[in-house]
């Protein structure tokens, strides 16, 4: 009797032990289901630092496989740094640059388990940063070659005028008169310069009228 109960005991035992065994392989995949989803790459490591989980995110970032991307994470990254921005080279070359940010796993005692990294891939964002910059500068480049242009065209109206005047009135001195015409044919071509520059101001395509600008390069030199 006290044998079967003994029995009784130790296959009640083995059925609670096969139910834990289910309900933590249940909970494990759980938790690397969400790991797999989750946008943020994320490593762990163990309390010597060594890698022991990439998820999806976190191989994205490097452009390759779950192995050799532990392999590509232990070489480029810092696995004490807490926080910081860091250029990582993905599997093609190409850089990318992530904020990794670093927290410390305890267990129940407040013993120090191991590591979570996490990596953010900011390069996409820098890029908008960079032509959002680029933009506001061209848009303050516009708007003083609105303001120079506006200011040269007024005494160049006048120049040119003036010019004009000079040429009509030394058609007999060949040498003088052909000097006069040199100042309106030099005001024509600064006033193309500033009606390019206007034009850049309005549209504030830069590339377009750029080269119009540097067309006029020689005589901006003289100038």
């Known amino acids: 009797l006290e044998f079967r109960r003994?029995?009784?005991?130790?296959?009640?035992?083995?059925?609670?032990?096969?139910v834990k065994v289910e309900e933590l392989d249940r909970a494990h995949a759980r938790l690397a289901a969400v790991l797999s989803a989750l946008p943020t790459g994320v490593l762990v490591r163990d309390a010597e630092g060594n890698l022991e989980t990439a998820n999806q995110a976190a191989c994205q970032v490097f452009g390759l496989d779950a192995a050799a991307c532990e392999d590509a994470a232990d070489a480029q990254l810092d696995p004490t740094s807490p926080c910081s921005t860091v250029e990582v080279r993905r599997a093609d070359g190409s850089p990318r640059q992530v904020v990794v940010r670093c927290a410390p796993v305890h267990d129940a005692e407040g013993?120090?388990?191991?590591?979570?990294?996490?990596?953010?891939?900011?390069?996409?964002?820098?890029?908008?940063?960079?032509?959002?910059?680029?933009?506001?500068?061209?848009?303050?480049?516009?708007?003083?070659?609105?303001?120079?242009?506006?200011?040269?065209?007024?005494?160049?109206?006048?120049?040119?005028?003036?010019?004009?005047?000079?040429?009509?009135?030394?058609?007999?001195?060949?040498?003088?008169?052909?000097?006069a015409s040199h100042i309106v044919s030099g005001a024509d071509e600064v006033e193309e310069i500033v009606a390019a520059t206007m034009r850049l101001a309005r549209s504030g395509r830069s590339e377009e009228h750029t080269s119009e600008l540097q067309s006029h390069s020689d005589l901006v030199c003289r100038l």
């Open 111 to 179: 013993e120090v388990i191991g590591s979570v990294q996490t990596l953010d891939d900011q390069t996409d964002l820098a890029a908008a940063e960079r032509r959002l910059q680029q933009q506001s500068k061209l848009a303050s480049l516009g708007t003083l070659a609105g303001g120079i242009a506006h200011e040269v065209r007024n005494p160049l109206n006048a120049i040119r005028g003036f010019g004009s005047l000079m040429a009509s009135e030394l058609e007999d001195d060949e040498r003088l008169g052909r000097w």
């Open 6 to 18: 003994v029995l009784f005991r130790s296959a009640r035992v083995e059925a609670e032990l096969a």
